[in-house]
């Protein structure tokens, strides 16, 4: 049976699928804006995937985030305790932009005239100070609904600590207004913070509908062509969910494409003996750039879509990727006092850059690698689609050379000096910035410009080692079949920690685990017969690996359910903070003995993240965090030979020379050309090379040394430059 995966970018649509024998089969289309399904179907068509013998088919997509950037949701409203209407516009008094005299703040996604409060009142220890006024609740509700309002999210206070009137409202909604997306706060998080919780449902509200349609249109895409299987989407936290999840929670898919890239860099340097990597993923519109350490994606609990200044607020858990928009399609351009930009508009999948052809006529930073004899005329996407020089070289004379009055390769090494810049700065944000040394991480470069760029950003930030893995410019995509299906809750519980219980704080573990083993087990997540799928006999691994077993109190069918790796965590902060540490337990329960440990444990962690611990201060508990996990059955690794018999599809023809620009130092210089699959296990060679395969080119630069690990990745060794 295959496992099929797709991750749609903003210029290319990829696919791998793998067989139960390791057997892989690519893909790589150009994405259709008007109808993403369609190219998810010319993928499967072009990879030759039988939907009929497909057990799972895991899906990455930029849809949701779209949607709110450029606010293209539904009519969306807003019902919150009465009083409270305003805190989703208010925010928070921090103005991220203090000198910018028109800054602006985020403007909602929910305007004020759809914001409706009901008379209701719940005290933050989850004890019911004003019931909830059910006839004006339901006036309420019929009011949107002859406003045409389509989706309506609650969001009551405290409701975190106790739900009983947002359960109460939902059901209001069902009676009065069934046809509604409805979103209720507590079951996307519960957590506190008003304003974020707020945005956080409002977000959900808001993409609700366009995913859920978008979901069931692929879903009825891939069953009109025999598939009987489960769909499984990728998260931001890393793992995947089910499709019934998806389109409760699409908040959750926000970055579900790079994430997918994160979590395989991650295992691709781990399985090389390289724990500490920092991804670098480079596609046709924006670069990607993540720390992973110890074999693990960083986790954040908390971003912003569009950005820290004008973006919105979203309380869950994401893997922290910092994301420029310098990809392969980014526009270079002149501002209006005449000096050089790239990006962040990009040309996406059409027109694309001015060389593909398809009537785009704006130089781009392919155009300008095409120029420098760093991409092939007649190689790129492995012969399928010939490259234009000469409407590359048109492009960049007009717009950029002729301006700034240098020749059309002056302009080309300048667009990629930008974007290289562009780069630099986002792997010092996720390294230097965050007190890491860059060269105590290898740097693993994917996408399909990824490896174009890699060893020049490796030289400027003196990271030691390069890794290119296989199927570089399908990586995102491969990276589904590498995760885990995945569940994250959160509940908040303030209080004072050197007084609160163990049962109390087990009593909050519990409802947490028995949450994501339930959904775990639910049958959504397991795929139709006769395909195989979730990997429910697993072998369990803790995250912290330390053993652990379920306590007594788990209890119904969920105390059967196989989870093959629990994390808990408790949030602390010294008496007097804003903010808090999560602090990993040894297990999935909390007795009186952990109770110094963790205390022990927290100072550790404070020492590291900020510099200083206060081991005479008062800690305060605010909340527990449970991420469960279960594999996915993933079959074999890629092996060489299984990969050798794909990718000798049309290539670049037997090996030869070409003029390519390696660096400011080096100019231009004759080099060879190979083919990857040429290149077995243990080949060696030093750069400066071409290394060519269907949807990516690697560029060694002189000096640097290449090495073909076992299992196939290129293992680059960036030379050691005189200061």
């Not at 970018?9 to 994405?31: H, P």
């Not at 003029?659 to 100019?667: A, L, P, Q, T």
Request: aromatic share 6%; glycine share 10%; with cysteine.
């Amino acid at each position: 049976m295959l496992r099929v995966a797709v991750d749609i970018g903003g210029t290319f649509t990829d696919l791998v699928a793998q067989d139960e024998q390791g057997r892989v089969s690519v893909a790589k289309v150009l994405t259709t804006p008007l109808d993403h399904s369609e190219g998810v179907m010319d993928s499967i068509a072009k990879a030759g995937a039988d939907l009929r013998a497909t057990a799972l088919f895991l899906h990455g997509s930029t849809i949701a985030i779209n949607t709110v950037i450029e606010r293209k949701g539904v009519k969306t409203a807003l019902i919150t305790t009465r009083g409270f209407r305003d805190v989703y516009e208010i925010g928070r008094s921090n103005r991220p932009d203090a000198y910018n005299l028109f800054f602006e703040r985020p403007v909602p996604l929910v305007p004020r005239s759809f914001r409706r409060e009901v008379t209701e009142r719940m005290t933050a220890r989850g004890e019911i100070h004003t019931p909830l006024n059910r006839a004006e609740a339901a006036d309420v509700v019929a009011e949107l609904k002859r406003a045409g309002v389509q989706s309506i999210a609650v969001c009551l206070l405290h409701s975190y600590a106790n739900p009983v009137h947002e359960e109460a409202l939902g059901e209001i909604i069902a009676s009065v207004y069934p046809e509604a997306y409805v979103t209720l706060s507590h079951r996307v998080l519960r957590e506190y913070r008003e304003y974020e919780r707020t945005s956080t449902t409002a977000v959900n509200a808001y993409v609700g509908p366009v995913v859920a349609r978008y979901l069931g249109s692929l879903r009825e895409h891939l069953r009109r062509q025999g598939f009987s299987g489960e769909v499984l989407v990728m998260q931001s936290g890393g793992g995947v969910m089910s499709l019934p999840t998806a389109v409760q929670m699409p908040v959750r898919m926000m970055e579900s494409g790079p994430v997918a890239g994160v979590i395989g860099a991650a295992k691709v340097a781990s399985a090389l003996g390289h724990p500490q990597a920092i991804s670098f993923d480079m596609g046709g519109t924006t670069a990607k750039v993540s720390l992973t350490r110890n074999g693990n994606a960083e986790i954040s609990n908390h971003y912003y879509i569009g950005g820290y200044n004008t973006g919105h607020p979203v309380m869950l858990p994401v893997v922290d990727i910092v994301e420029v928009g310098s990809g392969g399609g980014s526009t270079a351009w002149l501002d209006g006092a005449g000096g050089l930009k790239v990006g962040p508009i990009s040309s996406g999948a059409l027109p694309g850059p001015a060389c593909y052809g398809l009537g785009g006529t704006k130089p781009t930073v392919t155009d300008a690698n095409l120029i420098l004899g760093r991409l092939a005329e007649e190689s790129f996407l492995g012969g399928e689609m010939r490259l234009e020089r000469s409407a590359a070289m048109a492009a960049v004379q007009k717009h950029i050379a002729e301006p700034l009055e240098m020749d059309a390769n002056q302009a080309a090494v300048a667009i990629i000096r930008i974007a290289n810049a562009h780069m630099a700065l986002a792997l010092r944000a996720v390294s230097v910035e965050r007190g890491q040394d860059p060269r105590d991480f290898c740097l693993v470069a994917s996408g399909g410009a990824g490896p174009l760029h890699g060893c020049t950003l490796a030289r400027e930030l003196k990271i030691p080692l390069v890794i290119i893995p296989r199927l570089p410019g399908q990586f995102s995509a491969w990276g589904m079949l590498a995760c885990d299906l995945r569940q994250d809750y959160v509940q908040t519980l303030l209080r004072d920690y050197a007084t609160v219980t163990p049962e109390e704080i087990q009593s909050a573990l519990t409802e947490l685990l028995n949450a994501g083993l339930a959904a775990l087990d639910d049958p959504s997540t397991r795929p139709t017969p006769p395909g195989r799928g979730l990997a429910r006999d697993s072998a369990p691994r803790a995250m912290a690996q330390v053993p652990w077993d379920l306590p007594g109190e788990l209890h119904g069918r969920n105390a059967n359910v196989k989870a093959s790796a629990i994390d808990c965590r408790l949030d602390l902060r010294y008496r007097g903070q804003e903010y808090t540490v999560a602090v990993p337990l040894s297990g999935p329960s909390f007795t009186g003995a952990d109770r110094e440990p963790v205390t022990a444990r927290f100072h550790e962690l404070h020492r590291l993240l900020y510099g200083h611990a206060a081991p005479e201060e008062a800690l305060e508990l605010v909340g527990l965090r449970v991420t469960v996990h279960r594999d996915i059955e993933q079959g074999h690794f890629f092996t060489p030979e299984s990969e050798s018999r794909l990718i000798s599809q049309r290539s670049a023809s037997a090996q030869s020379q070409r003029r390519v620009y390696m660096g400011e130092r080096h100019g231009f210089l004759n080099t060879p050309v190979h083919r990857r699959v040429d290149l077995p296990p243990g080949a060696k060679l030093d750069g400066p090379a071409i290394i060519e395969e269907p949807a990516s080119t690697t560029v060694v630069l002189p000096n640097d040394h290449v090495e073909v690990a076992r299992t196939g990745e290129l293992v680059i060794e960036i030379a050691r430059e005189e200061e």
